[in-house]
């Protein structure tokens, strides 16, 4: 495999009205677990059911209800960790997070604070300008998410809907490797992406399918080195927590606003409270939702219902060997067989779909560069106008190829090629049939040609003598050629014939 | 038939299989002396329609051959137990009104056999308590009573209705759970049996959570072998209960044969407790020499980590009851307080639960959400689970050596009068020191009627087995039985 190389991308600076400012980030990514099932009950997942519809008696808190662990959704976890390039740990166990809220029945939420089952692992992150990031994932758990409250359909009541309650999440825990509000998003892209590729979560971050957890502190240049060094958190500033972040445009415009906010803060010669914070989209600002010292207590303690979590290596390796391919090997290995330049690999990897669309039309082609042309500037941008997605192109990668090599074979020039993917798109059918019925396909009879050049020359002979006198002129002569052919004629026959007919 | 509630199981099965008797009659006896019992205060929600029809279909199966020992066999269930369409209130006014859409699997396997119920039966609220004073719906009341005294004696607990309920022949048998002796303990001052499995016999699934990692249901009874048909008719793996064994359930019946010849019985000499009475020493003692008389080896063994037991457990327990009970919060079921104009949600749960919960339930609350919080959770609760090991490996140590079962009193007295202990929360979980080895271990446990105080009282002998050895366990506990000789039954004052 081709090994790609990337700079490091140079942390983002806020210049402050005393001196400058670097951005320290820290990620919790809560990733629900694509699974048919709960995390610890057979209730259905499915979203937009009817209001606690999809609720099993342990969902709901009933006495002396207990939870079974969903074999799936550990498999899926640890599919995402071996995605990430982390250790997993073959004994992992179930803590109970306890809290008392309405959309959570049972009073606590069984999570992993001890004993994760998934540890250390990587994520490289492209910055699409040759530089990239290496951000460090120091563990996922597997979680109960809770339930939804409404307070807004009732003055006086409010309402809850029990059937999130209990689905699988995977929070994705982060180190501080996160420089600035662009690399935030393209972290939580890149996970996004590396977990569709895995098929562990659906990364529908409207439905809140895929949310962040962004703790943001600021530092004087040099004091992240220090820290880096060290692993020594007393370098850095002190952080705050924005919650529940499921928008990556959102992401990067709540971080800027909180670092600048943080930086106000200590120019002014105040201090930064550690606490948790929600972004306020409308309004484009974070506020307190609590401090440290309003902060819940917990009282994690290990859940005794559940027995720890044991997993065999042998289990592990095989979900290994069954991984499909990940982006980052993807995208080297367009680069590598198909010679295609890092943003244009960077484009057909980033979905799957797109992936998988272009490497049909090579297969079929045989040409890497002028496929990823053809999908990329042609295909995703018709399928633009009509906002529609690969997975609904009316054009098969079958008959993209098709495109592709009536162009390759000389049949037709690239600009009736065109034509002819807008009938194929429009229309359907078999691009050569076309071609063959509508009579699009390119005339290379220098007789017949010849014939047309001879004519034009011959009914325009003012035009001759000024060629003559500058044979950059002789442009109009094949404009013409082509006019009278209809397009059909071989643009480069055309040429030649001119050039020679005019004698230049 | 006369004094078809008499019956012990074994006895019933036998005479309905022989046609002597039908379910039908038996059941019907038994609902009769439960209304005429209510001066007990054992069974507190009665199903009689549902236990004849039980008992009607009960009579189709053994007409038909298809019936196991516990078919037609009338019985009551701990109402901590959720029977389906029945109220399952765990003694609480919380679950005042719950009346749950499933069926626990352990009264549901019973029910599978064919099993009668009766009704359900008091307890301490959510299991918490050794006298049964806990309960919202009243005192259960032991059918002893002390010497010519008319004092009224608590049954134990927390399963008190359930030992009430078989010492005075209410039912032929009853449902219990065991915490940290809430069998063992009632049964000891009932003169009846009770036996608590290995952790992980008895699926959890479907009774009220006390202390998730202690919790065991088993049968109350009147004889061993009684405990042997019901404890296998409850026992067997139950994929719904993660902590359930998948491990085979032998035919304990079968295995009773009363010798005991060459087995070795361990005395642990840290039970021989300062201030124990001497009635409860001589009981000891004299359980030693029938064990002796019968052919097994005594050997004296030393299990030096229990003194800590009882306050480990009283860390563990009400940690895992503080999490347990969160879900009464007065949201989806059961108990919910009124509100004043502006309450808003913590109001709700503040209210719910001061109203709903009784004052030992609150405690243990209190006391369990202390263990766990910030900055105590390693003094008390991590400590707590760290002593729990040593106190497990002190058994480990001495089964490894050789030892068969453990003899012990199962209580340090006979049963108590009621109020005496109620307002002294230590005292009264003395009464657990005993039986909370066991939990902590997650080893069986098995208490035998031994004999009588001077008070005329019964007093129980303790015996703890190895895990998943209840058969060898309920054996010992057979011959036991039959040296003791225990036979004397209540005076009807009801």
């Not at chain 1, 399918?209 to 370098?235: I, K, M, W």
Request: net charge negative.
């Amino acid at each position: 495999m081709l090994d790609l190389t990337y700079q490091t991308p140079k942390p983002k600076v806020i210049a402050g009205a005393k001196h400058d400012w670097e951005l320290v980030i820290g990620m919790e990514v809560h990733a629900q677990v694509a699974s048919k099932s709960k995390l610890f009950s057979g209730a259905s997942t499915l979203f937009g059911a009817e209001p606690n519809s999809n609720v099993a008696f342990v969902d709901a808190g009933m006495p002396g209800m207990l939870p079974v662990i969903n074999d799936f959704c550990v498999a899926q976890a640890v599919r995402t960790g071996l995605g990430l390039k982390a250790a997993i740990n073959l004994r992992s166990a179930f803590d109970r997070k306890n809290y008392f809220y309405p959309d959570l029945p049972q009073g606590y939420q069984i999570s992993q604070l001890y004993h994760p089952i998934v540890g250390e692992g990587e994520v490289l992150v492209e910055m699409g300008d040759g530089t990239a990031r290496i951000v460090r994932i120091e563990r996922i758990h597997l979680e109960q998410d809770a339930g939804k409250s409404i307070h807004d359909m009732d003055p006086a009541l409010s309402f809850v809907d029990l059937n999130r309650t209990g689905v699988a999440l995977m929070e994705i825990v982060s180190r501080p490797d996160i420089r600035g509000p662009e690399e935030a998003a393209a972290y939580v892209a890149k996970l996004r992406q590396i977990m569709l590729y895995l098929g562990t979560c659906d990364g529908n971050m409207q439905n809140g399918n895929l949310r962040a957890d962004v703790n943001v502190s600021v530092c004087r240049p040099g004091a992240y080195e220090r820290y880096q060094e060290t692993q020594d958190f007393s370098h850095l500033g002190t952080r705050c927590e924005i919650k529940n972040m499921n928008s990556l445009r959102f992401i990067q415009a709540a971080i800027d606003y909180e670092a600048r906010r943080q930086i106000a803060i200590l120019e002014a010669g105040g201090t930064i409270d550690q606490e948790t914070r929600l972004y306020d989209p409308d309004k484009g600002e974070t506020r307190s939702m609590r401090s440290k010292e309003e902060a819940h207590d917990y009282r994690y303690f290990p859940d005794p219902d559940l027995l720890p979590l044991e997993i065999e290596q042998a289990w592990v390796d095989e979900i290994a060997a069954n991984l499909p391919e990940l982006p980052d090997a993807k995208k080297a290995r367009f680069i590598g067989d198909y010679g295609l330049s890092d943003y244009d690999a960077s484009v057909l990897t980033a979905d799957l779909d797109a992936a998988q669309y272009f490497e049909v039309v090579v297969a079929e082609a045989g040409d890497g560069k002028m496929a990823a042309n053809w999908v990329i500037n042609e295909l995703f941008g018709r399928l633009k106008k009509d906002e529609a997605d690969i997975t609904a192109s009316p054009v098969s990668p079958a008959q993209l190829a098709g495109v592709i090599r009536l162009i390759k074979s000389g049949d037709i020039s690239g600009k009736i090629a065109k034509d002819l993917f807008e009938i194929v798109y429009t229309e359907g059918g078999d691009p050569a049939q076309i071609v063959e019925a509508r009579g699009m396909k390119q005339v290379t009879d220098t007789g017949a040609i010849e014939a047309a050049v001879d004519q034009i020359i011959a009914e325009n002979p003012a035009h001759v003598e000024k060629a003559k006198q500058n044979p950059k002129l002789a442009g109009w002569f094949v404009g013409q050629v082509m006019k009278a052919t209809g397009g059909k004629a071989n643009p480069a026959t055309v040429n030649e014939l001119v050039t020679a007919k005019l004698g230049l | 038939m006369s004094d078809l509630t008499k019956l012990t199981i074994a006895e019933a099965r036998d005479a309905l299989r022989k046609g002597e008797t039908t379910s039908v009659a038996l059941t019907e006896a038994c609902l009769a002396a439960i209304d005429a019992a209510d001066a007990l205060g054992a069974f507190v929600h009665k199903t009689p329609e549902i236990a004849l029809e039980r008992a009607k279909a009960a009579d189709q199966r053994i007409k038909a051959g298809d019936a196991s020992g516990m078919c037609g066999i009338p019985v009551g269930i701990k109402d901590l137990f959720c029977t389906k369409g029945v109220p399952s209130q765990a003694a609480s006014k919380i679950l005042e009104g719950f009346r749950p859409e499933y069926e626990s699997t352990v009264s549901g396997r019973l029910q599978d056999a064919g099993a009668v119920m009766l009704g359900k039966l008091n307890m301490d609220e959510f299991a918490m308590g050794s006298s049964n004073e806990t309960s919202v719906y009243g005192n259960a009341v032991n059918p002893w009573r002390a010497g010519n005294s008319d004092a009224a004696l608590t049954p134990g607990g927390s399963s008190g209705g359930s030992a009430a309920a078989v010492a005075a022949d209410l039912c032929l048998a009853a449902t219990g759970t065991d915490t940290g002796g809430s069998i063992r303990q009632p049964a000891a001052f009932t003169g009846t049996v009770g036996l608590k499995p290995t952790y992980g016999r008895c699926s959890r699934w479907g009774i009220v959570a006390f202390a998730s990692s202690l919790d065991q249901a088993g049968p109350m009874t009147k004889t061993v072998r009684d405990a042997a048909i019901m404890g296998a008719a409850m026992m067997g793996h139950d994929p719904r209960d993660s902590t359930s064994a998948d491990l085979p359930v032998p035919d304990f019946e079968a295995m009773l044969t009363g010798d005991i010849r060459g087995k070795v019985i361990g005395i642990p000499r840290e039970y021989r407790m300062e201030g124990m009475p001497e009635e409860i020493e001589a009981l000891w003692a004299r359980g030693r020499e029938m064990l002796a008389d019968a052919g097994a080896v005594i050997r004296d063994i030393s299990l030096p980590h229990t003194k800590y037991a009882l306050p480990t457990y009283y860390v563990i327990a009400p940690a895992e009851a503080s999490s347990n009970l969160a879900r009464y919060d007065g949201v989806r079921f059961g108990y919910r307080a009124k509100l004043a104009q502006g309450d808003g949600i913590t109001d709700m749960y503040e209210k719910t639960r001061a109203e709903g919960f009784g004052a030992e339930v609150r405690r243990r609350v209190m006391v369990g959400t202390y263990v766990l919080s910030a900055g105590y959770y390693d003094a008390y609760y991590n400590r707590a689970r760290k002593v729990r090991t040593l106190i497990k490996r002190d058994f480990e140590t001495v089964f490894a050596d050789g030892i068969d079962a453990i003899l012990t009193p199962a209580t340090p007295s006979a049963a108590f009068e009621l109020g005496q202990t109620f307002d002294d929360p230590v005292q009264m979980y003395l009464n657990d020191v005993f039986t909370v080895t066991v939990n902590l271990a997650g080893l069986p446990g098995l208490a035998v009627p031994a004999g009588l105080n001077a008070q005329g009282l019964p007093m129980g002998l303790q015996l703890i087995g190895k895990p998943w050895e209840e058969g060898e366990l309920l054996n010992i506990g057979y011959a036991l039985e039959q040296a003791a000789g225990f036979v004397a039954k209540p005076a009807k004052w009801w």
